[in-house]
């Protein structure tokens, strides 16, 4: 089973500044099967990015996704207070990485 | 617009089966792959496994063994039995659909059940 490893595990920044999630494989996959998911205190996950480059419906251009292989991006150019939340990235429907919080610093 | 909908016990005893059904609306429950995923209180999400609608399962190797998944086409809704729970298996339980394509989720609102004697 692939394992996906999300770094860092808590991103502490201010609203405006820009974030980095990372979301390493233990093996290649294939870039059509990866998604990044948000998540607030209370309500079920978000699709924000699939096919890892995709932004689902409605998801605004401060998320962008990026990567191939064993190596993706989730980037937000200036966070928004509405985006302080959990991020999780997950591949073809099945495993999910461990989720990187980005609070408010 | 699909919508799915999680039901079934809020409160299981330890040892005993959880059932949890999900029901499909606003579409067909065919020619797609159906999951269920579980959050621990406070944790990340865990996949437990997902059929097609013709009845083919893929599980998490860590609850194979207790996990079982069917659907109900008729019916369109998609079950989860999961056997011999502990506290451990206290989580909020969500049901989704996953895209064919890209093997994104469309997700329910999520049921919690607690394990508790």
């Known amino acids: 089973e692939i394992v996906l490893t999300q770094s860092p595990g808590t991103l502490s920044l201010s609203p405006g500044e820009r974030a980095t999630l990372s979301c390493r494989a233990s093996?290649?996959?294939?870039?059509?099967?990866l998604a990044w998911y948000q998540q607030k205190p209370g309500q079920a996950p978000r699709l924000l990015i699939y096919g890892a480059s995709s932004r689902a419906t409605g998801i605004p251009d401060r998320f962008s996704g990026s990567g191939s292989g064993t190596d993706f991006t989730l980037t937000i150019s200036r966070l928004e207070p509405e985006d302080f939340a959990v991020y999780y990235c997950?591949?073809?429907?099945?495993?999910f990485g461990q989720g990187t919080k980005v609070e408010i610093k | 617009q699909v919508h799915l909908q999680e039901s079934g016990p809020g409160l299981v005893k330890p040892s005993e089966t959880l059932s949890l059904t999900c029901t499909v609306s606003g579409g067909s429950i065919s020619n797609y792959y159906w999951s269920w995923i579980r959050q621990p209180p406070g944790k990340g999400l865990e996949w437990i496994g997902y059929i097609y609608y013709s009845g083919s399962t893929n599980y998490n190797p860590s609850l194979k063994s207790r996990a079982t998944i069917s659907v109900d086409t008729s019916k369109n809704q998609f079950s989860l039995k999961l056997s011999s729970v502990t506290a451990a298996d206290t989580a909020v339980y969500y049901c989704a659909r996953v895209d064919p394509n890209s093997g994104s989720y469309d997700w329910g609102q999520g049921t919690l059940v607690t394990v508790s004697s």
């Open positions: 997950q591949q073809y429907g099945k495993t």
């Open positions: 093996q290649s996959v294939s870039s059509s099967y």
